[in-house]
């Protein structure tokens, strides 16, 4: 009970800190992202595979994950 109060003043700690609440903002969208491409990527690739239209659509949906990293960070340079 000590151990998980002492863990959860440490969390609350660190979230007080904005540059650690920064770094945890990019990681989990970072960890979000990658969850994202993990099904996408594969749908993306079968489908070029049996069909070479879908190359732009299945480049498109593959890098539309990507983006969310790339608001993290522009969201993180602004705050």
């Known amino acids: 009970m000590m151990e998980t109060l002492e863990a959860s003043n440490v969390a609350l700690q660190t979230l007080n800190d904005p540059g650690a609440a920064a770094a945890i ?5 970072a960890l979000a ?9 594969a749908a993306a690739v079968g489908a070029m595979a049996e069909d070479d239209d879908m190359f732009v659509p299945g480049l498109i949906m593959t890098v539309l994950p990507e983006t969310l990293v790339i ?3 522009v969201v993180v340079f602004i705050a």
């Open 25 to 29: 903002a990019v990681g989990l969208a």
């Open 71 to 73: 608001l993290a960070l």
């Open 33 to 41: 992202s990658g969850y994202a491409e993990r099904g996408i990527g």
